[in-house]
């Protein structure tokens, strides 16, 4: 069976709303995996999408491990433009909504893999950074990390580690590289009962496997995206990874923006969805 797909721009009373807020207010625990998408409405393009900056910059010329460590200055092109993006972006409803819903005992925290720190700006307080975060530079050779200066986005040269004179990169994390807080990350998926699937294409491996890992446990995973996934689909690797065919992960899929859909869903398990 495949996920319920709600479009919200034609139904924006659809029942499954009020279903999937009587799941989040009977969830023991509810977390949040989050994606480029939900910072879209800030302004932040995600990579994915036409112009996006993988348009631009091909992922396997800029955003390497192997490439940074050849050619920084060129990785740099991507660090600054990514930076460019990030800068005085601030969150939206999406954003708000989940830390609403953590302030509120709905939510147990959020795994992302944004590294624009706007879960953190909206006020949410357990938040897993598995890509890192474009806040610090990270010396590859001695792990210093260090603020990011703004000097360093509007220049063009490469940054030198303090301590040791190495190269410098963000604190992100670039294809080659492991995926970041592992345990955290399982932490918050052991015993999760409700996954909030927001704004990701689920392309990116390991982080693209949480929601069948949810999934597997027993969870409901509730989709927020503007179009079907590999989660809704059921076109994804590494579910049934012992045989069986793909199926879907998702439960719904609330296809629309995630700055409407996600309050939509979050005032009904919040209760406030008549107050308005
Ligand atoms: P992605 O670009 O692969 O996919 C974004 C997904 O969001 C798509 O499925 C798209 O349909 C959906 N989307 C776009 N606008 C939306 C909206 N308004 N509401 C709901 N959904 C919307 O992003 P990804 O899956 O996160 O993987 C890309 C990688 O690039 C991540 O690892 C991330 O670290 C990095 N990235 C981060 C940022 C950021 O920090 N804001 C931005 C771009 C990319
Ligand atoms: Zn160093």
């Given amino acids: 069976m495949g996920a319920v797909v709600v479009d919200m721009g034609m139904e924006p009373d659809h029942p499954a709303l009020e279903d999937a807020g009587r799941i989040l207010r009977r969830a023991r625990k509810a977390v949040a995996f989050t994606g480029a998408g939900i910072s879209v409405e800030s302004g932040i393009p995600d990579f994915r999408s036409p112009g996006g900056l993988w348009t631009v910059f091909a992922p396997e010329e800029y955003a390497t491990i192997e490439a940074f460590l050849e050619n920084p200055a060129k990785a740099w092109k991507l660090f600054r433009a990514i930076g460019g993006t990030i800068a005085g972006a601030r969150p939206n409803q999406a954003h708000e909504a ?96 409700a996954l909030l699937v927001v704004g990701t294409s689920a392309q990116v491996y390991p982080a693209a496997g949480i929601p069948a890992a949810v999934k597997r446990g027993g969870g409901t995973v509730l989709e927020f995206n503007l179009e079907p996934t590999p989660l809704t689909e059921g076109d994804f690797q590494g579910f049934f990874r012992g045989g069986g065919p793909p199926c879907p992960v998702s439960d719904i899929l609330f296809r629309g923006p995630a700055g409407t859909t996600v309050p939509a869903v979050a005032r009904r398990a919040l209760g406030t969805a008549k107050e308005r």
């Fill in 98 to 193: 989940l830390a609403a819903l953590e302030a509120a005992g709905r939510l147990a925290g959020v795994i992302t893999q944004n590294i624009d720190g706007l879960h953190q700006a909206a006020g949410s307080r357990r938040v897993v950074e598995v890509h890192g975060d474009h806040r610090r530079l990270q010396c590859l050779s001695c792990g210093r990390l260090a603020p990011m200066p703004e000097e360093v986005l509007r220049g063009d040269s490469v940054p030198a580690c303090e301590a040791c004179s190495a190269p410098q990169k963000p604190n992100v994390v670039l294809f080659g590289e492991a995926v970041r807080s592992l345990d955290e990350v399982e932490g918050l998926v052991s015993g999760c009962d």
